[in-house]
């Protein structure tokens, strides 16, 4: 359904512990899609996308996991440290060129 | 990396004053770019696609002649609030796509111009 205007869920997470950003997706057709990494004041920045004929991809730290049964996707950050601070948002492509962005979720880390 | 800049990155100004904010990538052509919204602690909000020579596309809801959006190069989109009320304060933001297949690269964001009309 449609996720803009709802508030942003938070998580907390301690330093040095594992952080799983959960997201999910409406469009069944939607073949793309892509984490965004967004703090304060600023605008999103890539983090990390995956194709729809993948289910797992990994990166620097993060991994995403795509569940295309259940229209899920989700970001699991390794070791989260107080930079990972932000609010993540999860995105898909599900058209010609058009992006849809998920409500988001803030992450807290916890010294 | 691929750099998307946003210009003027915070405005404030008087209700009924038009307001024009660039949005350039530095090295890469962008023959797509977008203009989003951002209200505080919520999503980004898909106000328009900009294509590169031709008309943009506006989402539902969206007063084309409030924001015109002009994209005159591959590099530049320019987004004009005109006559800008206090509703109109918000967080712009723009990005830019790679020229490329269609739906498989992701977007590159600029850092948002705040808007505030007094």
């Known amino acids: 359904g449609e996720s803009v205007g709802l508030h942003l869920p938070t998580l907390s997470v301690q330093e040095g512990d594992n952080s799983i950003i959960n997201c999910a997706y409406s469009n069944s057709a939607s073949d793309y899609f892509i984490w965004y990494k967004q703090e304060s004041g600023k605008g999103p920045q890539f983090i990390i996308d995956i194709r729809s004929n993948m289910d797992k991809r990994q990166g620097q730290r993060v991994t995403v996991l795509l569940n295309k049964t259940v229209k899920h996707l989700s970001l699991q950050i390794a070791a989260t440290q107080p930079g990972d601070s932000a609010v993540y948002f999860c995105a898909e492509n599900g058209g010609y060129q058009k992006v849809t962005f998920g409500i988001g979720t803030k992450l807290q880390v916890i010294p | 990396g691929a750099v998307v800049s946003q210009h003027p990155s915070r405005v404030i100004c008087k209700s009924g004053t038009s307001v024009k904010i660039e949005c350039r990538s530095l090295d890469f052509q962008a023959t797509t770019m977008f203009w989003y919204r951002q209200f505080p602690k919520k999503s980004l909000m898909l106000m328009a696609t900009?294509?590169?020579?031709?008309?943009?596309?506006?989402e539902q809801g969206v007063e084309k002649d409030k924001f015109l959006i002009n994209h005159a190069s591959l590099t530049l989109s320019t987004l004009t609030v005109t006559s800008a009320h206090p509703e109109d304060s918000s967080f712009y933001i723009c990005?830019?796509?790679?020229?490329?297949?269609?739906?498989?690269?992701?977007?590159?964001f600029g850092d948002g111009t705040r808007l505030s009309i007094l």
């Open positions: 900009s294509n590169e020579g031709s008309k943009a596309t506006y």
């Open positions: 990005s830019a796509r790679e020229s490329g297949p269609t739906g498989g690269q992701p977007q590159h």
